[in-house]
């Protein structure tokens, strides 16, 4: 069974950047691997996500151009660059492969614990 651990979140200021990393044990990314993220009193909801074998990605509008995902070669990591950083991205980000449905849809059937992004204006 896969287990996945989120690292890299922390405080960062408006304009800034994080690098945040998901590794996997127990087995390698399954299909995709994807970045969620959930705000306070928010619902969990799509950030990125990246094709295990064409490395294509997925991204969802309100990151395009300032987030970057990214994995290594033996399918056991997935990263997210995150780069011009706003208030409202604060939100806990989750890791996740094996999607039930689709890339972008929530329904994947493994998840890490997540990890915290604070950013401040």
């Known amino acids: 069974q896969v287990q996945l651990v989120e690292s890299g979140g922390g405080l960062a200021q408006a304009g800034g950047s994080l690098r945040l990393s998901c590794v996997a044990s127990g087995g390698t990314f399954v299909r995709y691997g994807a970045w969620f993220r959930q705000g306070p009193g928010m619902e969990r909801e799509f950030v990125a996500a990246i094709g295990r074998v064409s490395g294509y990605t997925y991204y969802a509008d309100s990151v395009k151009g300032r987030f970057t995902i990214s994995k290594d070669n033996a399918n056991t990591a997935v990263y997210l660059e995150m780069n011009n950083l706003e208030p409202e991205d604060t939100a806990v980000y989750y890791c996740?492969?094996?999607?039930?449905?689709?890339?972008?849809?929530?329904?994947?059937?493994?998840w890490g614990q997540g990890t915290q992004v604070t950013v401040s204006s």
């Open positions: 996740a492969t094996d999607p039930a449905v689709g890339p972008m849809d929530r329904r994947y059937n493994y």
